[in-house]
């Protein structure tokens, strides 16, 4: 156990270790050194009696064996300069154990080429399954205890896995946040929509909700595969459920790159996805927060029209009636749903030791 020497001038301390020493709790040796900050004290003017207090022994390091995954369909613009990227932070970053998986979602150019050359283990989709599809095949392929999800197209600097790498040491899942930049006006727009409405649903500020660049536990990430979308709306997902089921997510502010080449993201179709994925994953993990509005609102308004037909008419309407009714069921069905929602963690984040 490591010490530290303080000197107030407490005799008794001193004594106190010199009963343990008697009695063989302590080694008595005289032919060690005496260590530094001992002898330091020992020589201090004044005559002050050393006294030792314990210090807990140094944290081991969390994050140790880390898969760093890149999702990639006709990036070879991108590809090589990402990947020499990659091996200078891993080296850097000197972990015990890292890999880069790079999934090629049917490419038609000379990606999995490419990222063969450059050492990666490549995993080949016969055709375009989707983005999302491709981050799910890479989860279930890495085997790493951590895992770096990285896109191909070069806009996520890699030297950005350093500071997250210190970040995950307190969270489950670090997330790269662009802050609302790093692509066009409208779809800056519509990524602060979805962060507010996501925010809303999940309790939390989240200011990146769809950001692809993210560090997370590996054994959460399997866990959570089987709810991912093969799109590329796979980021909204990970970040709600984490979020909802109790994971500490952290958010690293980076500088996103602009890539080269086109990108696959198709604003209407994807942006739609974002809105249906939010509610789906709000009913799944956080029933009430969609039930509770409704059922107030409805309750609000079968109230109202009780009034208004009382103030003119003098009597309660069927109309009044039903909307409380439904105000009570659709309450009634929110606690229902949040308790078979509780149930769905039964058997999710196993505790493997690394929490």
């Known amino acids: 156990m490591s010490v530290e020497l303080q000197q107030p001038g407490l005799a008794p301390a001193v004594d106190a270790l010199a009963s343990l020493m008697s009695v063989g709790e302590l080694p008595m040796r005289r032919d060690l050194p005496m260590p530094a900050a001992l002898r330091t004290a020992a020589a201090a003017p004044g005559g002050a009696e050393p006294v030792l207090v314990p210090q807990p022994p140094p944290t081991a390091r969390r994050v140790r064996r880390v898969s760093i995954v890149i999702p990639a369909r006709n990036e070879e613009l991108n590809l090589p300069a990402l990947l020499a990227e990659v091996d200078a932070v891993l080296a850097r970053a000197a972990l015990p154990f890292a890999e880069v998986v790079v999934v090629d979602d049917g490419s038609t150019d000379s990606t999995p080429e490419l990222a063969r050359a450059h050492g990666a283990r490549v995993v080949q989709h016969a055709e375009s399954l989707g983005n999302g599809a491709a981050v799910k095949r890479g989860i279930r392929e890495a085997k790493g205890d951590w895992i770096l999800l990285l896109d191909g197209d070069g806009q996520h600097p890699p030297h ?25 006006l409208h779809r800056n727009f519509a990524n602060q929509v979805c962060n507010r409405l996501a925010s809303y649903v999940s309790g939390r500020k989240i200011p ?10 590996a054994d959460v990430a399997k866990d959570l595969v089987w709810l991912l979308p093969n799109t590329f709306s796979y980021p909204t997902t990970i970040t709600m459920s984490m979020l909802r089921g109790g994971w500490s997510v952290g958010f690293h502010p980076f500088q996103v790159r602009q890539r080269k080449g ?25 029933p009430l927060r969609v039930f509770m509005p409704v059922s107030l609102a409805t309750g609000a308004l079968g109230v109202a029209w009780y009034l208004h037909t009382w103030w003119n008419e003098g009597r309660f309407t069927n109309m009044a009636l039903l909307l ?11 606690l229902i749903a949040e308790q078979i929602a509780a149930l769905r963690f039964q058997n999710m984040s196993r505790d493997t030791g690394k929490s």
């Open 160 to 184: 950005e896995l350093l500071p997250m790498l210190a970040m995950a040491e307190r969270h489950d899942m670090v997330v790269g946040s662009r802050g609302g930049r790093g692509g066009s």
């Open 208 to 217: 990146d909700l769809t950001s692809g660049f993210r560090l997370l536990r």
């Open 262 to 286: 086109k990108s696959h993201v198709k604003l209407f179709a994807d942006g739609s996805r974002f809105f249906l994925i939010i509610l789906r994953i709000a009913t799944m993990f956080a």
């Open 324 to 334: 409380l009714s439904q105000a009570t069921l659709l309450f009634a069905l929110g």
